[in-house]
């Protein structure tokens, strides 16, 4: 991008991209405003933003916020932890990596879904239960792409520090942990994706709080723009939090050549 | 001294034994008259690819080598790192990462991370066989003006014959499988040696012989 080029030129996709949602919720709104669609059904802008108000200061959003939030959090750092640690662990020695194989991979494999009304089943509907739907999301891209990392590691590398009589904690912290953190950060950005899928899915499945119950309970009872609010939620945290992860890789990745 | 001999006999795992990185069966190594066991803070090795990391920067590599071996205090390590990375021409580059440099500044870099550790025997593994022949020849030059500071004792291995003859004092010759000992040549020319010498008839006399030599060793 050269810096004499014009404004249009330098922000042609924020320009464009907000073009198209201005009209697309014009014209929703429109449709809204006609009543061409049955509020039992679909909802519209202005009803949607309302609701939002209106459940902002009744404290009942913010309360079912601060719920999934706060499971959210607790299960997703648990999952890193975990992921990180027995990945690094896996990627360096074969034989552990050999010996638990199976499990990652089938489990890895498996649409985790279908393992939650077992935890419901382990640790009832509370706040225990969402924490673990959580972990079990977002734990598996983190320990696959940390094993990948691990393995990916320069065999040049680890025999440069090796002639420098480097010894295994050192190879540690100057080869095996810098060298795979790009791939643990794109763990990390999976992790989240697929940890908030596991929050909303957690309380769907049980509970009578949080965000994701908001959705499931709007729906059953036809309250479409409480429905709304909650998408809405839930999309803006996964934009946020998906815009962190890559603020967080590139600042990482600084050594690369040009990509 | 240098080593040269057909490809495939075993010169860079000779290197890798020096430096202890390989086990050997038969026979001993001995730097100084001790022993050597798996990798020591005697030796270092300026390495056939870079193997830089990628995340540091020059002066980050060059200080790699003593911050794992752990000899120097800081102050001393910082002021080995500025000497060295001027020493090989890298004055200007401190804060470039490996992937913003060329080959041979790559190797520039390999090449000051080792001296910088303050080793008894520099092993040296082909270093400027993955460069252009242009800046293999500027490189060989370079060296030369490099070791007239550092002095070290150097182990240099290499396939090419005209470099081996006009680097080192001796060049020793190995058979081909299973690599021996086959002739140690003495290289009679003085320092300093320019780029010129490769066009004396000594030169060229010496190479020749070497390369018959390794001729016969090949077609066995």
């Known amino acids: 991008m050269k810096p004499n080029d014009s404004f249009y030129k330098r922000n042609e996709g924020w320009i464009l991209g907000s073009i198209a949602l201005i009209l697309v919720l014009a014209v929703w709104e429109f449709v809204w405003e006609m009543h061409w669609i049955s509020p039992l059904f679909f909802s519209g802008p202005s009803a949607v933003a309302a609701k939002f108000k209106e459940s902002l200061t009744e404290g009942t959003l913010l309360s079912d916020m601060a719920f999934s939030g706060r499971n959210f959090a607790v299960g997703f750092l ?140 709007g729906g059953q009872s036809f309250q479409t723009d409480t429905m709304f609010v909650g998408v809405i939620v839930i999309s803006g945290a996964g934009i946020l939090f998906t815009w962190l992860a890559e603020r967080l890789e590139r600042r990482f990745s600084r050594w690369k050549p040009e990509h | 001294m240098a080593i040269v001999g057909p490809s495939g006999c075993g010169k860079t795992s000779l290197l890798s034994i020096v430096a202890g990185l390989l086990p050997f069966e038969e026979g001993k190594v001995v730097i100084d008259g001790r022993p050597v066991h798996g990798p020591g803070i005697d030796r270092a090795v300026v390495f056939q690819h870079a193997s830089l990391l990628p995340w540091r920067t020059v002066t980050g590599n060059v200080r790699y080598g003593m911050e794992l071996q752990q000899r120097f205090d800081n102050a001393t390590m910082k002021q080995r790192t500025e000497y060295f990375t001027k020493l090989v021409g890298l ?106 010498l490769k066009r004396d008839p000594k030169f060229l006399e010496i190479e020749d012989e070497i390369w018959k030599l390794i001729e016969e060793e090949e077609r066995k």
């Open chain 1, 78 to 217: 648990l999952a890193s932890a975990v992921g990180i640690i027995l990945g690094i662990l896996f990627g360096w020695y074969r034989w552990l990596r050999l010996l638990t194989n199976p499990f990652v991979n089938g489990l890895y494999a498996m649409p985790r879904i279908a393992m939650v009304p077992m935890i419901i089943l382990w640790f009832g509907i509370g706040m225990k239960s969402k924490v673990y739907v959580v972990f079990l999301f977002a734990v598996f891209p983190i320990l696959v792409n940390t094993i990948a990392g691990v393995k990916a590691l320069d065999p040049d590398l680890l025999r440069a520090a090796r002639a420098y009589c480097a010894t295994d904690w050192q190879i540690f912290k100057t080869v095996a942990l810098p060298g795979s953190v790009p791939f643990i950060l794109t763990g990390i950005s999976q992790g989240i994706s697929l940890g908030l899928i596991g929050v909303v899915i957690g309380e769907m499945f049980g509970g009578s709080e949080g965000v994701g119950f908001m959705v499931a309970y």
């Open chain 2, 91 to 196: 004055h200007g580059f401190e804060r470039h990462f490996p992937s913003e440099l060329s080959g041979g500044m790559q190797q520039r870099t390999n090449l000051a991370r080792a001296l910088a550790a303050d080793p008894v025997v520099l092993l040296m593994d082909e270093p400027f066989a993955a460069l252009d022949a242009q800046t293999r020849e500027f490189m060989q030059a370079e060296l030369l003006k490099i070791w007239a500071e550092a002095r070290k004792t150097v182990l240099f291995i290499t396939h090419q014959i005209n470099e081996a003859v006009y680097l080192a004092d001796r060049v020793a010759v190995l058979s081909s499988r299973p690599g021996r000992l086959k002739n140690v040549f003495q290289v009679p020319f003085g320092r300093p040696r320019t780029l010129s």
